[in-house]
């Protein structure tokens, strides 16, 4: 049976709830979202005929500020996965101290079967069909799994003359842009923004390994998307040996390390990870039915990219991919996990017993919700930052929040997960009583 995400998060709260002994107002109020918007979306598709699509938005709490989450284009989406990354998100945005809430949004959809028009008219439709709901003040969502700041643009355009349309009106910069991040830089979004999930992570990565004093090189990375693919390229430039990669079709191994711009030429090429020639990175003559001509390289089953002999794993790619049925079998000193909703409260057991450190979700690609508020910040000030002031807010931010959540997990005896869910949840408490 597979694993309900919102089941995961609520059994996480219950966690911190008894270790801080939570006011069961408190816990009643964050168990459930505020708010589940739940719409149908026409779309005229290219053959002329239409077709409805069906999409949610889950604003789960805002009492630190308007609700902030990524919207998904994904044929799996469903309501409790919608209402879970929506929960983490009000978490997230309180581990690193940022005045947001969390919200979330979904659409049943396969992105790579639609043409670029119907991807347009389908992100249009969202954007009107929500726009009441949305604002700078309200709701502001961001990129998410398949989503994009070709479309963040083409829902803050449509979300701009819908509301001049009810309003009567032309709105300010401020009015629009904000409303949503993630968007390209043309479009007003903010540099770094790209990389940030990324870099974030690699930030508090580099915090755990000092605070903990022990040094780690080996690292192995499920999901080589975009975020999975920069936190490789940082670590790499750094010095770490990055041995394995996997996507959704295959996982590529390298027992001395390989090179992270080259699988990426090849996963451009070829549509999955592999190398053609671990010197050269991809030759003239490679054929991507062919393999690898790499001594000591190799494809290897997906799911034993999760349980390889590594110091450090990144799962980067979706939820519930180490749960009970393989923690046992992880070998890794440290999870960082990129991806959301990655470990399952069964597999955190099992982990805390085989003394893995595990960084959570939502402190350890944090950076990406960070960054976003600070182009949120940009356009409400009507800013501009360089990628360097980006860098320098984030890397302190990032870093401190380590700090306070290992400060945590030792003052209560408990994991890290634990931990920062303890910072937040007191985070939140704090603002729904202010709020009252």
Known sequence: MAQNPHQNALKQLEDVAKKIKLDKEIFEILSKPQRIIMMQIPVKMDSGKMQMFEAYRVEHNNARGPYKGGIRYFPQVDLNEVKALAHWMSLKCAVTGIPMGGGKGGIIVDPHQLSAGELERLSRGYARAAADFLGPKKDVPAPDVYTNAQIMDWMVSEFKKTKEKELGRKLKASEYLPTLTGKSLRGGGSKGRDIATAQGSVFVLEEALKTLKIKKSTVAIQGFGNAGYVAAKILHDKGFKIVAVSDSRKAFYCEDGLDPD????????????????????????????????????????????????????????????????????????IILELANGATTPEADAILRRKKIIAIPDILANAGGVTVSYFEWYQNMKNEKWSEDKVARKLSPLMKRSFREVYKLARQYKTDLRTGAGILAVKRLEEAIKKSR
């Open 262 to 333: 080259k699988v990426m030429k090849y996963k451009e090429k070829c549509g999955t990870v592999g190398l053609c020639d671990c010197k050269a990175g991809g030759s003239k003559t490679c054929k991507c039915s062919g393999g690898c001509n790499c001594q000591g390289c190799k494809y290897i089953p997906q799911s034993q990219i999760l349980t390889l002999d590594v110091d450090i794993l990144i799962p980067a790619a979706l939820e519930n991919q180490i749960t009970g049925a393989n923690a046992g079998k992880v070998k890794a000193d």
